[in-house]
């Protein structure tokens, strides 16, 4: 197995499914992600969520898996656009 490990910052624009749920911590799981390249990534695992506040907006960051690579994506709470920040820990 190799590993590559991308440390860069993306900040790509993506499109995401995700759910909207009262009975999911947080009301919101992202269940698949697709890039400006049309790649599809599926999210086998959400792991920590937190907001990030740049004054008066919220950017609300998701750590999730496809169980091949580690994604940091975030949902701008002002604009509702969601982007890919990071990609690491790839396996193949």
């Given at each position: ?42 999210v ?19 750590d ?17 656009c ?11």
């Open positions: 197995m190799n590993q590559t490990s991308y440390q860069t910052p993306i900040h790509e624009l993506i499109d995401v499914d995700a759910t909207f749920s009262r009975d999911i911590l947080g009301h919101c799981r992202p269940i698949a992600f697709r890039t400006k390249t049309g790649r599809e990534v599926i086998t695992e959400v792991g920590l969520v937190h907001p990030r506040y740049n004054g008066l907006k919220t950017i609300f960051a998701f999730v898996t496809d169980g091949l690579a580690d994604y940091r994506i975030t949902l701008d709470g002002e604009t509702l969601w982007y890919l920040e990071f990609e690491g820990d790839r396996y193949e």
